[in-house]
């Protein structure tokens, strides 16, 4: 991984890309994370032929609640997983849990040098991108379930297009039952 261009910063502006990266991994996280919950509702829909909407909704209600570690163990439960992905499902609980709770209470004392901050920089950008990893998995294992359910793939294109043009797209917000 190079970080050379981090020399090139001034001490504020290393600061910022150190909160920055860690605003990143942290948003990578909670993707994630919701990445367990479609995969645990696509599951869902899948084996709930004839579900009404308000039983979808109440199954997305029941797990939105849920904490990353009760997520990953539905996944576990409801896939069959390579021992890797089991492993790195663990790896990424445990580093959320870290990263969220403890990261710069027991990193802060890094922040005073360029060796401690590129450790920070380093550890953080490797976590978030071990998470794309999996998160890639998962996309895949989405993809045979929206082609199991026949999904229509041009509704999606749409919502997609309309999300990078910058569109508010109701149906997508989380709504409290």
Known sequence: MDLSYFELLSEDDKAK????????CVYTF???????????????????INMTPAEYDLIFKSYSDKTMGELKKKVINLYTLPKDI????????????????????????????????????????EMTEEIKIVDKYF???????????????????????????????QDLKYKKI
């Open 17 to 24: 890309e150190i909160y920055a990266r860690f605003g990143l």
């Open 30 to 48: 909670q993707t994630f994370e919701q990445q367990l919950m479609n995969l645990i509702l696509a599951k869902s829909r899948a084996h709930a």
């Open 86 to 125: 089991k492993k790195k499902l663990e790896i990424i609980n445990t580093s959320r849990n870290y990263f969220v709770h403890h990261y710069f209470k027991d990193n802060s004392h890094l922040f005073f040098s360029d060796l401690g901050q590129r450790k920070m920089l380093k550890e953080i950008t």
């Open 139 to 169: 996309d895949e294992k989405i993809d045979e379930l929206i082609t199991e359910l026949n999904v229509n793939r041009d509704y999606i294109s749409e919502l997609y297009d309309k999300m990078k043009n910058g569109k508010d797209i």
